[in-house]
């Protein structure tokens, strides 16, 4: 199986005691594929997976995977600090039935390039399943360099990059680069990363509007309507702005709520939106006609 597309990195449904809301994430896999998402990936940052025990982690994963039912390629989030415990994650992931798992560097102890190839060397002999690096050294502490890249790519399993920086032309030379051995998805830039030529994009806006955001890809890559895709991309680029930065969990919780699928609140130490955010997301909502039907 080969991953291609806009994925959504989802958010994860609580109910009004803060606890994992299982039948509303089933209706939320429904929706998105329902919607034409080529993929989900739960337990990613905006899936709050640092805020989750193990036992969340494990009914999340299993929910997802199982809802989905090979309708659409399930990608577990399976980062840690320690190495141990990133290759337990990914093997219960592939013991669920995960499709592959997504996985940034340990973002705590800064490992240097011969300890993120030891990382990831040892996880990708411990599993069969495709691994997805994640690189966002905003929030991981490490920057996965294309050079580095490169090197990560001669380990068999390691077969695609989510690359989240603003560098689009990064894409480029990990593709110069690697060759065949790395498939890149886009993070941040979605519509971006397709012109550089992309396979993918793992998405947060599309937890909200998964139509739009994989129709984007579907011009480029199967339409080859390059103009189109762009047209579609500054239409709803309001969508794609209002969950880029900070508020990315809050906020596409709140549109969702707002949507009429009540996702709950963000854990602490993330707070509900600000009264003037809430109220971008009501005229969002309003002005696309966005809200969750069909299922």
């Not at 959504?8 to 919607?35: C, F, H």
């Not at 337990?88 to 798992?101: C, F, I, N, P, T």
Request: charged share 25%; net charge negative; glycine share 8%.
């Amino acid at each position: 199986m080969s991953f291609h597309g806009t994925y959504s990195v989802m958010v994860t449904p609580y109910d009004a005691k803060g606890e994992v809301d299982v039948a509303t994430l089933e209706r939320y896999v429904d929706w998105q594929i329902n919607e034409g998402i080529h993929g989900l990936i739960p337990l990613g940052s905006t899936g709050e997976f640092l805020s989750l025990s193990d036992a969340e982690q494990e009914l999340v994963a299993k929910t997802v995977i199982d809802r989905a039912a090979k309708r659409v390629p399930v990608l577990i989030g399976t980062g840690a600090e320690d190495t141990r415990e990133v290759v337990r994650l990914s093997r219960r992931a592939e013991k669920l039935g995960a499709d592959g798992v997504m996985i940034i560097p340990p973002f705590y102890s800064t490992p240097t390039e011969d300890e993120l190839f030891h990382h990831f060397k040892t996880v990708g002999e411990a599993v069969s399943l495709p691994i997805m690096i994640y690189n966002n050294p905003a929030t991981a502490n490490v920057d996965l360099r294309p050079e580095i890249v490169a090197r990560l790519s001669e380990i068999d399993t390691v077969s695609y990059i989510k690359e989240s920086t603003l560098e689009v032309t990064r894409i480029r030379d990990i593709q110069r680069l690697c060759g065949e051995r790395m498939t890149v998805f886009g993070g941040i830039l979605g519509f971006e990363s397709f012109c550089e030529g992309a396979a993918g994009w793992v998405s947060v806006p599309s937890n909200i509007a998964p139509r739009v955001m994989s129709d984007i890809y579907r011009l480029v890559a199967e339409k080859g309507d390059l103009a189109g895709a762009r047209e579609l991309y500054r239409k709803h680029f309001r969508i794609i702005d209002f969950v880029a930065g900070h508020y990315y969990v809050a906020g596409a919780k709140a549109t969702l709520s707002l949507m009429g699928l009540p996702v709950g609140l963000p854990r602490p130490p993330r707070l509900p939106l600000p009264e003037a955010r809430m109220e971008m997301a009501r005229k969002l909502v309003a002005d696309f006609g966005l809200s969750v039907q069909g299922v």
